[in-house]
């Protein structure tokens, strides 16, 4: 890259992203005073720390786990348990490594800390019995489930009976995103445009360190899908994706219809959502939620749950 063209990308890279530390007050999830309540109150959250000793009709029940995105937390996935209130399956929401705590937690964060949460919970689940889990991602959340197959993970695991992945970010929809590895210490963070109840649920400083880690677990996820994936055995997948979703191209999902096949070699399921919403599965907090957008949400509840009775 030559000199002016880098100079050119600072000085609009400047114009959203902020080059000295942020002010962080505790209203902020950011601060020290605003968690995610899965850190203290576990077992209203994790099938694993619910039922620690789960009988013969625990053990019969489909478990599904439910991965936040990046900067997120579990309340990313609240509305689909609370719609699930009377189903005969269980949720795990699972909270990210390094997420719903401090800024500096999540500063010091990796993506393979991001992702241990994930199989710490699945490990849990299979070391207690639990032969029928699921895994439902939301945009990194999705990306994680993906290495997670990419790597091979679950050929030394119980396959998941399900894979679902709701607006998984493989390309961003933000071209400057690709270039935090090379302005990044200059630039310090991000600041998220979000409302001060959001503040709750989600990082407003994204330190650019983080970017970074996504950004690598992207790369990663994009060179697995260019050589081809393959599924265990027996596993359903199925991508849902926003057509006009702002935070991950639609081309994410084009990349994982061609690049992931199930274990016979046929093609995953994919659906493209009339929406503009990042997430379109998660509308608490959103202002002006119109019929369409809860439309979308329940039609992708609706199948998620159909596969896990």
């Known amino acids: ?116 949460a994930i199989t710490d919970e699945y490990e849990k689940l299979i070391a207690l019995g639990y032969t029928k889990i699921s895994i439902a991602g939301s945009s ?44 990044g210490p200059m630039i310090v963070y991000a600041e998220s445009d979000q409302t001060s109840e959001e503040n709750k649920y989600w990082y407003r400083f994204r330190p650019y360190q983080t970017i970074n880690e996504l950004n690598d677990v992207m790369k990663v996820v994009r060179k697995g899908l260019e050589d081809g994936m393959t599924l265990p055995s027996g596993t ?4 849902f994706h926003s057509l006009h979703d702002p935070v991950a191209s639609t081309t994410s999902t084009v990349l994982i219809y061609k690049g992931l096949k199930t274990s016979t070699g046929a093609h995953i399921d994919a659906q493209i959502m009339d929406s503009d919403i990042h997430v379109f599965t998660r509308l608490s907090l959103r202002s002006n939620v119109t019929p369409l957008q809860y439309a979308n949400q329940l039609d992708a509840f609706n199948q998620i749950a159909n596969k896990l009775n």
Not at 168 to 179: A, R
Not at 236 to 239: S, T
Request: aromatic share 14%; glycine share 4%; hydrophobic share 40%.
């Open 140 to 183: 990194t959340g999705g990306t994680l489930i993906l290495e997670l197959v990419k790597s091979g993970y679950f050929n030394s695991h119980l396959p998941p009976k399900n894979l679902f992945l709701i607006d998984p970010i493989v390309v961003s929809s933000n071209k400057l995103q690709s270039i935090i590895g090379i302005v």
């Open 1 to 116: 890259m030559n000199k002016s063209k880098l100079i050119f990308l600072f000085a609009i890279a400047s114009l959203f992203y902020s080059c000295s530390d942020p002010t962080i007050t505790d209203d902020l999830l950011d601060g020290k005073v605003i968690f995610d309540p899965s850190l203290y109150n576990p077992e209203q959250f994790l099938v694993s720390a619910k039922y620690p000793n789960p009988t013969t009709e625990d053990l019969s029940k489909h478990i599904i786990l439910v991965i936040h995105g990046y900067s997120a937390t579990t309340f990313e996935w609240q509305e689909f348990k609370d719609w699930s209130n009377e189903s005969t399956y269980r949720i795990s929401q699972v909270l990210l490594d390094g997420h719903g705590r401090d800024y500096d937690s999540f500063k010091a964060s990796k993506w393979e800390d991001w992702r241990s």
């Open 236 to 239: 359903y997948f199925k991508v």
